[in-house]
């Protein structure tokens, strides 16, 4: 598979890929220091670039970079220890992180979310668009149960895809590529309404700081509504060709009550869920709940998880992937590389300063351009997040709407497979090709754009978070 071909056009060429992956970080390590930037400035700089360049052409595994990129802090003497290189390991969110996943892995397991899936399938009862709208709206109840969008995709692509062919659907047919696109790039959305919701809204809050469970669902789940309510109608106005006429009913499975195993599951994912609910009362750092799931789902008797299928069944690059982008970005701020970065951004364009709802355009661009490059959503954030917040800040912009913009922009673009694991499990079924789903990735980045100018800004001001 050349997933990543059509949008770097140098994966072929690894001559060429390793210029781009190193070039830029050692032009910056040998340039002089610039005129207010510190030496140790430069130096994460440095071992940013890197690191970036390493994620956007995908030289090296995005584990293996991240890992590499904390040797270059070290090396390039850019933070004074290796314990302060490695402080985004003992960060709370990468912790975090397993536990979530964790869940999605017993939910997938013990057959839980199986069940819920052929639920949804067998209403259709043969009708294009009941299918098509009953897998919309499986999308925010079962990210509540199984926050991880690729393991929920990971289920429903194989139901869906069976049920397509059951039903005398052609393999790309414009019914079944409606449905794989709104698999591919709408499903993803309800995941990160969730602080528990996978890596985007993980990575985004531990990288802006001080969220709990409900401020975040409060400050996303309006626009990301409004957005996946968009992106939905957009699939089905592209493709309504494929809901006229019937289909042939889906089969609904019979399946008795909930399992020893799925009951188990389901009683430890709603108390996690509960207790996230209910931070404001217990005052629970979002980690406690998820590692409490964690224990519980690998305990004997209680768990339905051998520690060898934990072992084998999470994805343990995202763990060094998420705690070497939050080093990166303790050492950008630690430095004062941000801040640097940010008023050099800011005095190039006095207007920034003078229209904050320009500053807010231009890093939707920034963002959705930056995006095309970085395949790997914790490197995008981990990049885009702490400039953000700088220039924001810089500008007498709320760092906060400023930082939550650019996480719209990159998490509800996907420019091609590569980009998501997600991605990558519903265009292998062969119902979408790369340039359909680079297509509707542009169409996206427009969307997004425009949600976050019309929608997000008023309904943020309304909550207590003004642009000003």
Known sequence: MTTGTPATGIAGRPGLRAAVAIGPALVLGIVPTPSGLTIEGQRSLT??????????????????????????????RAVPSVREALVGFADPVPYFLIGVLTIGLAVSRSGLAERIAQFFVGRARGRPLALYLQLLLSFPPLALVLPSATTRTGILVHVYDQALALAGVPRGAPLARAIMLALNSVNRLASTVLLTGGITPVVAAGLIGGFSWTRWFVLMSVPYAVLLLLAAALIFFAYRSGFRGAIAPAPAHERGPLSPVELRTTLITVGASVLWLTDAVHHWHPVLPALLAWACL????????????????????NFFVIAASLSLAHALTRTGASAWVAHLVVGATPAFGRSPVLLVVALLLAAALLRLIIPNITGFLATTIPLAISIGGASGVNPLVCALAVTIAGDAVLYYPAQSAS?????????????????????????????????????WTLVGEPLR
């Open 298 to 317: 690998l305990a004997p008797r209680i768990g339905v998880l051998t520690w060898t299928e934990f072992e084998r069944g999470l994805g343990w690059a």
């Open 423 to 459: 991605s990558l499990v519903v265009y292998e079924m062969g119902h979408l090709d790369v340039a359909e789903i680079f297509r509707f990735g542009v169409v996206m980045a427009l969307l997004a754009a425009l949600v976050v100018l019309t929608v997000a800004l008023p309904y």
């Open 47 to 76: 071992a940013v670039a890197l690191a970036i360049g390493l994620w956007g052409t995908e030289l090296l595994p995005p584990g293996v970079t991240g890992v590499v990129a904390i040797v270059a802090l070290v090396v390039l």
